[in-house]
């Protein structure tokens, strides 16, 4: 299933820590080129440096804040100047947020962090991009997304079901995006339950974390491995993958109607046309 020639141009988000960062080190001991985005400096330097020590090159970093879409937006300038192709763009940033909070721009932070962002970013790439992945989660189930209320989340505010909303987006954005970009592979996948920073600011759920048998971030990213390395000829395009395998979302994560009008509400809300 893998394809190992080449060596590739490949943009993690949210790779400062946790999944980004095992599979940036994965694939930078692949051979690939790996450009690294986050939003805390230190951090980013500290992971800069894993990936120099696991593979001998020091990545390219890109600091950006996804709660700020101009952020996005000259991360995207500053890649389109630095590169003539993303050969795969890993969408990974995301954020468990435990209180409701809004953004500068003005939409709930979870759903702008984990969706609206990354939706912006690979719009603003898409002549670049040779492959599309996408972190979603099983907290897909959790979801009740409107694509007409994107800040429904904030009347009565829940940090499960609001995780949930943008998850249940991350697998609708992608298989839309296969959809719509028929060049561009695009997928998604649930990586299990992985022991992350996620929470962090919840003395309950860094304890979870600490104590739960969850995956390593190593083991969360198994799946997202493969998929970088799989012949996309092999895969379901716009799939939704669990353990190396295509699983169907729940059908409000898998209603094409509905992954058409998030397409649509969010290209209006990040000022993009159609």
Do not use: C
Request: avoid cysteine; charged fraction near 25%; hydrophobic fraction near 45%.
């Amino acid at each position: 299933m893998e394809d190992l020639t080449g060596r590739r141009l490949v943009v993690v988000t949210g790779a400062s820590s946790g999944i980004g960062l095992a599979t940036a080190v994965a694939l930078a001991r692949r051979g690939d080129q790996v450009v690294l985005v986050g939003r805390d400096p230190a951090r980013l330097q500290a992971a800069g440096d894993r990936v120099r020590d696991a593979s001998g090159e020091l990545p390219e970093l890109f600091r950006a804040d996804f709660a700020v879409l101009d952020d996005v937006r000259r991360l995207a300038e500053k890649l389109r100047a630095a590169y003539d192709r993303v050969d795969v763009l890993i969408n990974n940033a995301g954020a468990i947020v435990l209180r409701p909070a809004t953004t500068v721009d003005g939409f709930e932070l979870t759903i702008q962090a984990n969706h609206l962002a990354p939706f912006l970013l690979s719009n603003l790439l898409r002549d670049r991009i040779g492959r599309l992945l996408v972190t979603a989660s099983g907290a897909h189930r959790s979801g009740a997304l409107d694509p007409d209320d994107l800040n429904a989340a904030l009347r009565r505010y829940r940090p499960l079901s609001a995780y949930g909303t943008s998850k249940q987006a991350n697998i609708l954005f992608a298989a839309e995006a296969a959809r719509r970009w028929p060049a561009v592979p695009a997928h998604s996948f649930h990586p299990g339950i992985v022991r992350t920073q996620f929470g962090n600011d919840s003395r309950l759920v860094a304890l979870g974390m600490r104590v739960m048998p969850f995956r390593s971030p190593e083991g969360g990213a198994e799946t997202l491995i493969w998929l970088a390395n799989s012949d996309p000829a092999r895969l379901v395009d716009g799939g939704y993958y669990y353990n190396r395998r295509p699983r169907r979302p729940l059908r409000k994560a898998s209603d094409p109607g509905l992954a058409a009008r998030l397409w649509s509400a969010s290209a209006k809300a990040v000022g993009l046309t159609e």
